[in-house]
């Protein structure tokens, strides 16, 4: 087990520094670092001078994204033009995006989970196909069409949902965090789904019931946890990837967390705070999937022990 | 719409290397030669596909929404309002009608017109991207399962980190970083966008193809056939594509619905296409203000329809086409 | 947990003895499989039996529906789309495809158990070996976790498991074929059952192991009197263990015979191929003959005797006649062939066809039989 979570920690190293070099790469040398970071007009000469500075632009490219990699390993996340730093901004807001995401993951474990065992267990049923199909409808239909929808059915016409959540309170949170969480409800649903008939048609399965063992006992015990393994860890890592999602949702239901400063930034043409931040996100989903794939190893005994 | 991996659904393909349970027999059982049973196992799909209603369905729906981007005058032609780019400020807003099928939006623009030449856009990403994807995961994956080594290594690193970045931010931070304004052409934004997806999305297409690569090198016949000198082109045209096509083809499916999703969300959050261009993406971000969505639902309503009618029937048609080819499904 | 020791035995279970019948009397069983090319019949009308202590083997190439009558006699098939469509398995006297399922699971287990060809699929990989052989003794008797535990690593001792005890923690993917084969069979035998069926049990292993495992099950059986159903298609493992031999093909029986005998001089064609098909020490001189062709399409099975067209004496009768019924022939042996008096005098002529030869002998290929 040591070995393996060492070895998954190594492996990781190497993404790590190559995913950061790509976007520091794209961003800061492909790309010209002081087009679009100062709103609609061209950047003054003295914050144009500062970036220069800031990020080393005169150095050997190497140099730059060391210097840099330093940086945003530091918590630097850069500084926009109008002199807000990004870290600040991402301190504060957090908080909002992190209930958000809490919703969604607590409501697509749950309903998706469900939804999943429900098909799983009666195969070509009715419930199967109803799941099968709901699943189909909410994959396909894009998160901010869902969540333009949903703000306008339940919360304006059938008001039982706050419509915006400025405050960023829980009990406005709600409607946000469900829409953010449909999708990968919907993949859970399958997940589980699809995992517990490939479990219950198992050679160990088949043990199971030459034990003789009841079937709440073969369902229970003996495919309740190989079914949810890959379950746990694509919610793990899921929760990662909510933080993109977030971006969506916070816009439309105009929410006060990091989305909604991705996309604040992106209207006010401030590349740096949109920059800063999907750094920062992208960071948070590889932490996330590493995290992921140590527990899985600690949930499956196959991969730990190799 | 990013992490498009569990679509499938699969507990197995979450990890690689748990499943290895391809393991030959102990006496020879597995020796059937895989082209042979690839072959009639893809006729036994074919004949279980033409079976479902749903392969059919979805077919038909991309083939109208590929003619709706092909010619999106024939859709127009008998509508009241044919023309995109008319607007009647007088009216907008109006709710459909038989003069106006879906009503006008906020410019006064024909909401049906508009709809009907929305299609362009996503289709056009969609494809674009879909193609570029598999040119391009195509090679890498060849090259690293037949050389071997150093090479494999190094390239599957580079996949892992291209496939690091989430499609969503990915494209955020490209599309800021290289911005597009008013008066950049079409064909440079839809470019734009076709180049971050592809950038993105090719290592899960290398990683089929690198595996069907290492699955057949070792098969005796394909063995004799590289040592008698048979080109790599041959043995993959031979073995490596019909093994790799079913997975290749329901995930380019699968990913082309939310490549046309993607790019809609870059659009609404104003950073893909841009106003004058028509497109989904940009019509749904207008439409989806709070007041609008009190007085003029429609406006939302009829973009997003189409939208997610088209993503639907890609990711449909990729799940009936992994059903059919499943065996266990059946 | 406890609630299963309080499901009564079916009725007759108790009364029963030896003079009554045979242990297990499987009486024109058939099973069919929906399948999307119409009806697979998997098995038509097997019939056989077995007593006490006694080794009886199925043998029959991968399709021929050992494996199903396994576990139709478990009661484990998969139905849909796998459904009992005729006949009976009286166990101890007593029918045990009318039991209620309540019931049937006290017998599973407890009574039949089962040993399964691939131990590495059939052990579940998530919890450790020594938990899965301790809950035969937490479900079926009741006992405490440490009970149970104590109990476990006594069958692993049995089982020959070195370090037992140290190994009950262990998964099953930390284990050797060899040895996982052997928790396999120590879950099996955990609570004495009257049948043991082994399906396979040594064909995923190296040949040495394979020896050993059967010499496991030897003595096994020697001590506790276990009827053994050995389900296999290799005529070497058969060859020492089992007193009587069953051959199956495409779902029936085509010949019963003691083991010495059926080597001796198999009284079916079909035995015939198989025992020509395989290297015998006892003969130096002769070709290895492999069966041509394949076995039938359970959906489409031929007319007439199933095997005709893969036989080389096949005559007219045999393609469009009765399907030959299993005839005794007296000294516990019987066959189902038209000409099996010819056979066995030896003077039957081939019928000079040239039989569809395959590519390899159809024998050797056996992977999971599910028709």
Same mark, same amino acid.
């Given at each position: 087990m040591g070995t393996y979570v060492l070895r998954r920690i190594l492996q990781m190293i190497p993404v790590i520094i190559g995913t950061t070099f790509l976007i520091y790469w794209m961003v800061f040398s492909l790309g010209?670092? #002081?087009?679009? %970071?100062?709103?609609? %007009?061209?950047?003054?000469q003295a914050y144009v001078d500062k970036i220069h500075a800031e990020y080393n632009l005169d150095q050997p490219l190497i140099i730059q994204y060391v210097r840099y990699l330093g940086k945003v390993l530091h918590g630097d996340f850069g500084t926009s033009f109008n002199g807000t730093t990004v870290a600040d901004q991402l301190m504060n807001r957090w908080p909002v995006t992190f209930k958000v995401a809490i919703i969604a993951i607590i409501f697509e474990a749950l309903i998706g989970i469900a939804a999943g065992i429900l098909a799983g267990l009666r195969r070509r049923s009715f419930w199967d196909s109803l799941v099968f199909v709901s699943t189909l409808v909410i994959i396909s239909i894009p998160s901010f069409v869902l969540g333009s929808v949903a703000q306008m059915v339940f919360?304006?016409?059938? /008001?039982?949902?706050?419509? #915006?959540? #400025? /405050?960023? #309170?829980w009990n406005q949170l709600l409607l946000p965090g469900l829409v953010l969480g449909s999708l990968s409800m919907a993949y859970i649903a399958r997940l589980t789904r699809n995992s517990l008939a490939d479990n219950l048609s198992s050679d160990f399965v088949r043990t199971a019931r030459a034990k003789g063992l009841s079937n709440g006992r073969i369902v229970g015990i003996h495919t309740f946890r190989n079914s949810l393994i890959p379950v746990v860890t694509f919610i793990g890592a899921d929760f990662g990837a909510l933080m993109g999602g977030a971006i969506v949702t916070e816009r439309i239901f105009n929410i006060p967390g990091i989305g909604g400063y991705v996309f604040q930034s992106i209207q006010t043409k401030d590349a740096t705070a949109v920059v800063g931040t999907i750094t920062m996100l992208v960071l948070v989903f590889l932490v996330m999937n590493l995290i992921v794939d140590l527990l899985y190893g600690a949930l499956d005994p196959r991969i730990g022990h190799e | 719409m990013s992490e498009m991996n569990p679509v499938t659904g699969d507990?197995?393909?979450?990890?690689? &290397?748990?499943?290895?349970?391809?393991?030959?027999?102990? *006496? &020879?059982?597995?020796?059937?030669?895989t082209r042979e049973r690839a072959r009639s196992l893809g006729r036994d799909a074919w004949e279980e596909l033409r079976k479902r209603p749903s392969f059919w369905f979805s077919t038909a729906l991309i083939m109208i929404m590929i003619i709706m981007a092909l010619f999106p005058q024939l859709f127009t032609a008998?509508?009241? !309002?044919? *023309?995109?780019?008319?607007?009647?400020l007088s009216r907008a807003? !109006?709710?459909?009608? &038989?003069?106006?099928?879906?009503g006008f939006d906020g410019q006064g623009y024909d909401i049906y017109a508009r709809t009907i030449y929305g299609a362009r856009a996503s289709i056009l990403v969609g494809v674009l991207t879909t193609v570029g994807t598999l040119l391009l995961g195509s090679i890498i994956g060849l090259v690293a399962g037949f050389r071997g080594g150093w090479l494999d290594a190094l390239l599957s690193r580079v996949g892992e980190i291209f496939w690091a970045i989430p499609l969503l931010l990915g494209g955020v931070l490209f599309m800021t970083s290289f911005p597009s304004g008013l008066d950049t052409p079409y064909s440079v934004v839809v470019g734009k966008v076709v180049f971050v997806l592809t950038i993105l999305g090719w290592p899960r297409i290398a990683r089929i193809m690198r595996s069907a690569v290492l699955q057949v090198k070792p098969l005796d016949y394909v063995q004799a056939a590289r040592a008698l000198g048979a080109s790599p082109l041959r043995i993959v045209l031979k073995h490596v594509l019909p093994n790799a096509f079913t997975s290749v083809i329901v995930v380019a499916t699968i990913d082309l619905g939310a490549y046309i999703a993607t790019e809609a969300t870059l659009s609404f959050l104003g950073i893909g296409l841009q106003p004058p261009v028509v497109s989904w993406g940009i019509a749904i971000s207008n439409a989806s203000g709070l007041g609008l969505l009190q007085s003029a639902p429609h406006m939302l309503l009829f973009p997003s329809v189409f939208l997610s009618v088209t993503v639907l029937a890609f990711i449909m048609l990729g799940d009936a086409v992994r059903d059919a080819f499943d065996p266990k499904g059946r | 947990m406890a609630k299963n020791k309080q499901i009564r035995e079916p009725e007759g279970f108790a009364t029963w003895t030896p003079s009554d019948g045979h242990l297990l009397d499987v009486r024109n069983l058939n099973v069919e499989f929906n399948t999307r090319d119409g009806?697979?019949?998997?098995?038509?009308?097997a019939s056989f039996h077995l007593d006490r202590g006694e080794t009886l083997a199925i043998l029959g190439e991968s399709g021929s529906g050992k494996s199903v009558t396994a576990q139709t006699i478990m009661g484990i098939? $998969?139905?849909?789309?796998? =459904?009992?469509?005729g006949g009976e398995i009286l166990f101890r006297g007593v029918d045990l495809l009318k039991l209620p399922e309540e019931q049937r699971r006290v017998v599973r287990g407890r009574k039949i158990a089962m040993i399964f060809q691939d131990a590495l699929s059939a052990?579940?990989?998530?919890?450790t070996v020594g938990w899965q052989i301790a809950e035969m003794f937490r479900v079926h008797?009741?006992?405490s976790k440490a009970e149970a535990k104590d109990m476990a690593i006594k069958l692993m001792e049995r089982v020959n498991i070195p370090g037992a005890a140290a190994r009950?923690?262990?998964?099953?993917?930390?284990? =050797?074929g060899g040895m996982r084969q052997r928790i396999m069979i120590a879950m099996s035998i955990a609570l004495d059952p009257e049948i043991l069926i082994a399906d396979e049990?040594?064909?995923?292993? $190296?040949v040495t192991v394979q020896a050993q495992i059967m010499e496991l099950l030897k003595e096994l059986q020697a001590e506790t009197g276990t009827g053994l159903i050995l389900i296999t298609h290799d005529l070497g493992v058969v060859a020492d263990v089992a007193d009587r031999i069953n051959v199956m093909y495409a779902g029936r029986i085509v010949e019963q015979a003691e083991a010495k005998e059926l080597y001796a001089s198999p009284a079916h064609p079909y035995s015939e191929g198989l025992l020509n098909s395989i290297p015998r020490? $006892?003969? =130096?001189?002769g070709q290895l003959v492999a069966i041509g062709g394949l076995p039938p399409n359970l959906t489409k099975i031929p007319e007439g005797c199933a095997f005709n067209p893969r036989c080389?004496?096949?005559q007219d009768v045999c393609r469009t006649?009765?399907?030959p019924p299993l005839v005794d022939l007296g000294g516990n042996r019987s066959s189902a062939c038209h000409f099996v008096s010819e056979l066995v005098a030896g003077t039957l002529q081939p019928n000079g066809l040239q039989v569809v030869t395959?590519?390899?002998?159809?024998?050797a290929e056996e992977n999971g039989d599910q028709a």
């Open positions: 010209d670092p #002081t087009i679009g %970071r100062c709103g609609e %007009r061209p950047c003054p919360g304006v016409k059938l /008001q039982w949902f706050a419509v #915006t959540a #400025t /405050q960023g #309170t | 507990a197995a393909t979450t990890k690689e &290397g748990t499943s290895t349970a391809a393991e030959p027999g102990p *006496d &020879g059982a597995n020796a059937v030669p008998l509508a009241p !309002q044919s *023309d995109p780019r008319a607007a009647d807003r !109006q709710a459909p009608s &038989g003069d106006a099928w879906f | 009806k697979a019949k998997a098995i038509n009308g098939l $998969d139905s849909p789309p796998a =459904s009992v469509t052990l579940n990989p998530v919890f008797r009741g006992c009950y923690g262990n998964f099953p993917h930390q284990f =050797s049990p040594t064909t995923a292993l $190296d020490l $006892d003969q =130096s001189t080389r004496y096949a006649g009765e399907v395959g590519i390899q002998p159809a024998v």
